[in-house]
């Protein structure tokens, strides 16, 4: 039944096609160019670029220069928030390599518990959006951008791009296609369908921590 | 959902006396307007982005045969499965079916336009699934058993009052019993509700904002993040599509996106803007098993070759309603059917027929507010037009209303006749007003003057003006 619709759906969209001008330019061309439409000026360091959309997306920014401070950032971050000391990381080779102090409870994904606090890194930030890219992986569940409280995301500092189109670049050079899922993520989650008032996490992370991390 | 866009004009009588409604209406009017004008102020590129975007989907839509296949062949090869709805009927029929084919008992969605235009809650809730939506105003509205009156904020209508009670209403007993004054509160008694909802689905049902015919991907926006819990926890991810969504490459996609977010509720962009790529991969953690795209044809295949191609150009982003002054005044549920506003007033005859639809496009001064805020510079006035010109042919117009008409037409065709009767009419209308300088009230046109005076004309003619200023010459010759 799908498949006898499929053909008569193309065959309606072919009759309507020939009845108007075609645009310019062919598919393959399309396809293999990839071209860029116009890009949003982005002035300056794209650090202080980042941060101040980071902020404006109502995220927390911190800096690290060794792993032992991403952690101590992380605990001081916690505390302030007046939330456990009790964390799920994905695992990256940056974030293995913090040494927690026992008081920490740290967990893997794949132990599957208590999503209240997560760590993950992100593949590269966007400065133009204030935004951090996740590809979901056996590494780096999806979920874990979505379910938790408090939501804390590192990112290295040499992987901040200028614009969205950049981002897409990194990802065709340095992984075998498209991920299952690419997260786009732009501040904690956010609502305003209760009279147009914007409010702070609705289903995902109440709260947003970035640490840029340069060593 | 059956359509009730012929009773606009009653409906938009009540809307007009619905104190809670026009409080709701105007509340939501300017915040719409003012973070758009601020979005658009910060970006100094927005009319090459509009110019870019045309573009693009003049070439897809020139080429959409070839894109909807390349974009099939890409889901297939990332172990997904596309399948063809010619109508409503058969969308559902699909979606019902792979819900079955699931073992599925609960079922999650996120927004989709789609969804509702091909009545997708009513299919699933009479083939025995539990169904949830989980946009935060879709669920109210799924609550309150009505659809949505805006297409980014469904809810809109909805006081803060009205939820607290739904809520009370549908939650409140054991579990839940704290009052619900605040905007916090009733988010976060929703947010704790729906994430049990979220963790217990077998099939998570969304919308896509585009489609890329590049990589198979189906990109999603929200600013809740319950489009993303619906995709990744469920064992199986629907997505339902209508086929003009295809883009070519991420790049395109971009580029539309750029404009979609600050048309729609001024922000940069959305908080979370994801695109999905087949299944989970056999190695990850988490993801859903099965990956399905539904297309949805309903009446698009033909707009495309017809005089309402342009659109297929809307990415649904609600400008058009948000600046709409008729939009305004009577609010999304006037219109009776899923779109409602500018766009809906288009699309909606295309849908459900024009004998049935062909009002929405009456109810319209005009004014060009929405084509000018289109993103995607869509003429809507021209397409109302093309609507009203074929509802004159096809008869729908009622017959006092045709014959009146046709009288005006026969009179304004012979120009001096034209002028003499004007010139006669304006000099009666200056001599019944008087010193007042209106009227309260003219015959036959008792409904517009029920509401307003009429403003008496003050001396002759635009034209006799004219000649007067331009000594008889015509200035276009």
């Known amino acids: 039944m799908s498949s006898a619709s499929r053909d008569r759906i193309l065959a309606a969209i072919r009759r309507s096609q020939n009845n108007q001008p075609k645009a310019e330019g062919s598919i393959e061309e399309r396809l293999k160019l990839r071209p860029r439409g116009p890009l949003p000026s982005v002035e300056g360091d794209l650090e202080t670029v980042l941060i101040d959309r980071l902020l404006a997306a109502a995220c927390s920014v911190a800096h690290a220069s060794s792993p032992e401070q991403i952690g101590e950032k992380i605990i001081q971050w916690l505390q302030q928030q007046d939330a456990g000391l009790k964390l799920l990381r994905s695992t990256s080779p940056l974030l293995d390599s913090i040494d927690w102090p026992d008081t920490v409870e740290v967990y893997d994904p794949a132990d599957g518990v208590d ?3 997560t760590l993950t890194e992100a593949f590269c930030a966007i400065a133009e959006t204030g935004s951090l890219v996740k590809l979901s992986s056996n590494k780096s569940p999806t979920a874990m951008n979505f379910l938790p409280d408090n939501f804390i995301c590192v990112v290295q500092r040499e992987r901040i791009v200028r614009h969205i189109e950049d981002a897409w670049e990194r990802v065709r050079a340095e992984t075998e296609g498209m991920p299952r899922a690419l997260n786009i993520i732009t501040g904690p989650s956010r609502t305003a369908d209760v009279e147009q008032t914007i409010q702070l996490g609705a289903h995902g992370p109440r709260l947003m921590h970035v640490i840029i991390y340069c060593n | 959902m059956r359509a009730h866009s012929q009773s606009f004009p009653q409906r938009a009588q009540v809307a007009l006396l619905d104190e809670r409604l026009q409080a709701a209406l105007a509340k939501a009017r300017g915040g719409f307007v003012d973070k758009r004008r601020a979005a658009l102020d910060q970006l100094p590129e927005f009319e090459q982005l509009r110019v870019a975007a045309r573009e693009i989907k003049e070439h897809t839509l020139s080429h959409l045969e070839q894109y909807l296949m390349q974009f099939e062949q890409q889901v297939e090869l990332s172990g997904g499965e596309v399948h063809w709805a010619a109508d409503p009927a058969e969308a559902c029929e699909i979606a019902v079916g792979l819900c079955r084919d699931a073992d599925a008992q609960a079922v999650t969605k996120g927004k989709t336009m789609v969804g509702e235009e091909i009545g997708l809650n009513e299919a699933l809730e009479a083939a025995a699934l539990r169904v949830i939506e989980t946009d935060l105003g879709e669920y109210i509205i799924q609550l309150a058993e009505e659809p949505p009156s805006h297409i980014i904020a469904p809810a809109v209508h909805k006081s803060r009052g009205e939820i607290a009670e739904l809520f009370q209403a549908h939650h409140h007993g054991e579990e839940f019993t704290r009052p619900l004054e605040t905007v916090p509160d009733i988010v ?11 963790l217990g689905a077998d099939v998570g049902i969304t919308g896509a904002n585009m489609l890329i015919a590049d990589t198979g991907s189906t990109a999603l926006v929200t600013n809740e993040g319950n489009g993303d819990l619906t995709a990744s926890l469920p064992r199986v991810h629907i997505v339902i599509a209508s086929i003009e969504k295809v883009v070519p490459t991420l790049e395109d996609a971009t580029v539309l996106l750029r404009l979609l977010a600050r048309s729609a509720t001024g922000q940069s962009i959305t908080s979370y803007t994801s695109f999905f790529t087949g299944p989970k991969r056999s190695e990850d953690i988490g993801g859903p098993e099965q990956f399905h795209v539904v297309l949805v044809d ?13 659109m297929l150009h809307c990415i649904r982003c609600g400008a058009c309603l948000n600046h709409c002054p008729v939009y305004g ?7 009776g059917w899923v779109y409602p506003g500018p766009m809906g007033s288009v699309l909606t005859p295309l849908m459900i027929g024009l004998d049935e639809g062909h009002v929405l496009a009456d109810a319209s001064s005009l004014c060009g507010r929405c084509e000018a805020v289109c993103p995607m510079s869509i003429p809507l006035p021209r397409l109302l037009r093309e609507h009203r010109l074929q509802s004159h042919r096809d008869g729908l117009m009622k017959p006092l209303a045709r014959s009146m008409l046709g009288f005006w037409a026969a ?3 012979r120009p001096q006749l034209y002028r003499w009767l004007v010139e006669r009419k304006s000099r009666l209308l200056h001599r019944i007003a008087g010193k007042r300088g209106y009227l309260r009230h003219v015959p036959m046109a008792g409904s517009w003057t029920c509401s307003r005076d009429l403003p008496a004309p003050q001396g002759g003619s635009f034209v006799a003006a004219w000649q007067r200023r331009h000594g008889g010459k015509d200035d276009s010759q």
């Open chain 2, 298 to 310: 309903n009446g698009r295949s033909e707009m495309l070759g017809n005089a309402y191609r342009e």
């Open chain 2, 329 to 335: 005044a009577v609010g999304g549920h006037a219109y």
């Open chain 2, 411 to 413: 009179i304004a065709r």
């Open chain 2, 188 to 198: 976060d008694e929703a947010r704790k509700v729906l994430r049990n909802e979220f």
């Open chain 1, 115 to 117: 999503h209240s606090t």
